[in-house]
């Protein structure tokens, strides 16, 4: 099946720090998108983005279909920017069954 | 974010006994999901229904039953259970068109004792 990847697994900033998260993967896919993880498990949306760019405020996204990867681009970071992102994708086959990845857990210092 | 609803958001559990996982969307989708969150795995899909019926089952075991009485309502219904379930169980809709961008629910934290 697909294989996800995403980096870096960690990344620790101060606030107002910008960061950028990038998620790889194996095969085409028909469905891609970014979640954030609060600290109570809510899986947030961010993005639905299979291809092309998206900007909503201090968050934007990128995915390069061809090249198979999306990168998620956080700005002036606030501490409640902290918990885990995951990138979960779908293939046309099975557009249902979102594959996730193993998460970047993003810590923001005051 | 209240589209996706699910109850109990804990639950402590031996493993003889049974127990039942609810979830509700008010978003109005066709298509709804179990998903599991282990500690050291990623999330795995566990069930997927698209218009009650089950389209989906990713090689669960049998003390894991799913029920989807309507499209607005999903139930995991659980039996004689192990340690190692033991995890967030989070529920997803989506409409079932080309796309399928999911919503999830707030999960319910599973401890099997």
């Known amino acids: 099946g697909i294989q996800v990847e995403q980096s870096p697994p960690d990344l620790i900033l101060q606030e107002g720090a910008n960061s950028t998260l990038r998620c790889n993967f194996s095969?085409?896919?028909?469905?891609l998108q970014w979640f954030h993880q609060n600290p109570w498990g809510q899986l947030i949306n961010l993005f639905y983005?299979?291809?092309g760019t998206k900007q909503n405020g201090r968050l934007s996204a990128t995915t390069v279909a061809t090249e198979r990867y999306s990168l998620l681009y956080i700005s002036s970071s606030q501490t409640t920017d902290s918990g885990v992102y995951f990138c979960?994708?779908?293939?046309?086959?099975?557009?249902?069954?979102?594959?996730f990845g193993q998460g970047t857990r993003l810590t923001i210092n005051p | 974010e209240t589209g996706v609803t699910q109850t109990p958001r804990h639950l402590v559990m031996g493993m003889t006994n049974k127990k039942s996982l609810k979830c509700e969307q008010h978003?109005?989708?066709?298509?709804m999901y179990w998903y599991k969150q282990s500690a050291k795995k990623p999330l795995e899909l566990m069930f997927v229904?698209?218009?009650?019926?089950?389209?989906e089952n990713n090689s669960v075991p049998s003390r894991f039953s799913p029920e989807c009485p309507n499209s607005s309502h999903l139930f995991l219904h659980l039996h004689t259970l192990q340690p190692e379930d033991s995890a967030l169980y989070l529920c997803?809709?989506?409409?079932?068109?080309?796309?399928?961008?999911?919503?999830f629910g707030p999960g319910t934290r599973l401890t099997v004792t």
């Open positions: 997803a809709s989506s409409q079932v068109s080309q796309h399928y961008e999911q919503y």
């Open positions: 095969d085409s896919v028909n469905n």
């Open positions: 983005i299979p291809s």
């Open positions: 979960a994708v779908a293939q046309i086959q099975g557009a249902q069954k979102l594959v």
């Open positions: 978003l109005g989708h066709n298509a």
């Open positions: 229904y698209n218009f009650k019926e089950q389209t």
